[in-house]
């Protein structure tokens, strides 16, 4: 069983910068993606990012230039850098491990004031 724990949410304001983590532990793969979600209040469930096993990232055009996804194997962690926040990016973030199993993180709120 894979359990997941995410931080680093908060309130910003416009134009500031968090940094997410979601630490796995318990029966984790040493080959997996990881994938960052948001979802604001009355939307639907976006992709924000993804690192696949070897590294590679993509980020939607939405974020693009703005977030950065990246990971630590060594702590079967994954990190979502996020810059020039915008009120429009106030949403809860999930993580999601995609190895053997899919795992979602519990969430974690970012609020950015204009």
């Known amino acids: 069983q894979v359990q997941l724990v995410e931080s680093g949410g908060g309130l910003v304001q416009a134009g500031g910068s968090l940094r997410l983590s979601c630490a796995a532990s318990?029966?984790?793969?040493?080959?997996?993606?990881w994938a960052w979600y948001r979802q604001a209040p009355g939307k639907q469930r976006e992709l924000v990012g993804t690192i696949t096993t070897g590294g590679t990232i993509n980020h939607p055009g939405s974020v693009k230039g703005r977030f950065i996804i990246s990971r630590d194997n060594a702590k079967n962690t994954v990190y979502l850098q996020m810059n020039s926040l915008k009120p429009e990016d106030t949403a809860v973030y999930y993580c999601k491990y995609l190895g053997p199993t899919v795992i979602w993180g519990q969430g974690t709120q970012v609020t950015v004031s204009s």
């Open positions: 318990g029966s984790t793969s040493s080959s997996n993606a």
